[in-house]
């Protein structure tokens, strides 16, 4: 049986984003990512929707729950909040790789 493949760290995204959109992400930030990745990974909808559903489907679920989530953070995280609604390119970025490490663990968890 292969290994799991290892988790991308997240400091790797983080100066990553850094340097393809000139951003200054720093570990408030880092603590921001953390703590949806954590309500992402305890949401009972979106590993249903993940496990019968296609990836394009999942995805748009995935996509759905993200912005519930980042929705419930404003108040403690709003300069997080305020980089992924107002640049694209970084929220794309983040996204694509929040849901390839979601599905990851959800992978490892089995």
Do not use: C
């Amino acid at each position: 049986m292969p290994a799991p493949e290892k988790v991308e760290p997240l400091s790797r995204i983080i100066q990553e984003l850094n340097q393809r959109f000139g951003v200054n992400l720093g570990d408030d930030v880092q603590n921001s990512i953390r703590q949806l990745q954590a309500r992402l990974t305890g949401d009972p909808t979106l590993e249903a929707s993940v496990r019968i559903n296609t990836p394009e489907n999942a995805r748009l679920t995935f996509n759905h729950i993200f912005n519930d989530r980042l929705q419930e953070m404003v108040e403690g995280h709003f300069e997080f909040y305020k980089l992924v609604n107002e640049d694209p390119e970084v929220a794309k970025e983040l996204l694509d790789w929040l849901f390839e490490q979601y599905l990851k663990r959800l992978g490892a968890k089995e």
